[in-house]
């Protein structure tokens, strides 16, 4: 049973454009959700985060949105880089201070030059 | 800060084989999880560890095991190998703060043949 799930395998995005990386959830018991950015033969980083409590996430060019009721988070990376090439993986918390991750299936994205 | 090691890197092992991985994770972190990182399965919670105390577990056979040690650094053990245990497997430590970031090793790349 998925409960994270990021249904676009690959996505691709004209540089200087907004990305738009999305990702659903069965479970209402996370409350805390994250992105990774994962370079290949690298380990997933650590990009951003959103508590439950919140709607909206920003930092820098990247921005994290939380809708609940829809069980849906995006992640928007504006403007797009080719540096940002990259798999992205969602991944959500269940419970407070669990250290249980539990993460989405991931998507390409490609920024094109 | 150095950032999580992992050792070894890649590793060739046969069916029916044992075989041990270690983790060093961030300096004062003493939390430590492990992942399982498969193109089929995606990134799969295995177990968490802290203050030498098994505190989380994913729905992995017993043939996986784990430890951590005083001074937090983890090893992760699997017996009697199958050729699905190919796989990429991660490492990642974290605070005991109120954020739920894990911060990833570069994995251990693990062949069974």
């Known amino acids: 049973d998925q409960q994270v799930k990021q249904n676009s395998p690959s996505l691709s995005v004209q540089e200087g454009r907004i990305s738009i990386l999305n990702c659903d959830y069965t479970n209402s018991m996370f409350d805390y959700f994250l992105w990774y950015k994962k370079y290949p033969a690298e380990g997933p980083t650590f990009l951003i985060s959103?508590?439950?409590?919140?709607d909206k996430n920003e930092d820098g060019r990247f921005t994290v949105f939380l809708n609940k009721s829809a069980k849906h988070l995006s992640l928007h990376i504006v403007p797009s880089q080719p540096g940002d090439s990259a798999v992205y993986f969602c991944?959500?918390?269940?419970?407070?201070?669990?250290?249980?991750?539990?993460f989405g299936q991931g998507t390409r994205l490609t920024i094109n030059p | 800060k150095a950032g999580v090691t992992q050792t070894p890197r890649y590793l060739i092992k046969t069916r029916g084989q044992q075989v041990t991985l270690s983790c060093s994770p961030i300096?004062?972190?003493?939390?430590v999880s492990w992942y399982q990182q498969t193109p089929g399965q995606g990134l799969q919670f295995l177990f968490e560890?802290?203050?030498?105390?098994?505190?989380n577990k994913g729905n992995f056979p017993g043939r996986f095991s784990g430890r951590q040690f005083s001074n937090s650094r983890s090893e992760m053990n699997v017996s009697t190998l199958e050729l699905g245990d190919s796989a990429l497997y991660l490492c990642?430590?974290?605070?005991?703060?109120?954020?739920?970031?894990?911060?990833f090793g570069p994995g251990t790349r693990l062949t069974v043949t």
């Open positions: 991944a959500a918390s269940p419970s407070a201070g669990a250290q249980k991750l539990v």
């Open positions: 990642a430590s974290s605070t005991e703060g109120h954020t739920y970031e894990q911060y």
């Open positions: 560890y802290f203050s030498e105390t098994q505190r």
């Open positions: 300096s004062g972190h003493r939390s």
């Open positions: 959103i508590s439950s409590i919140k």
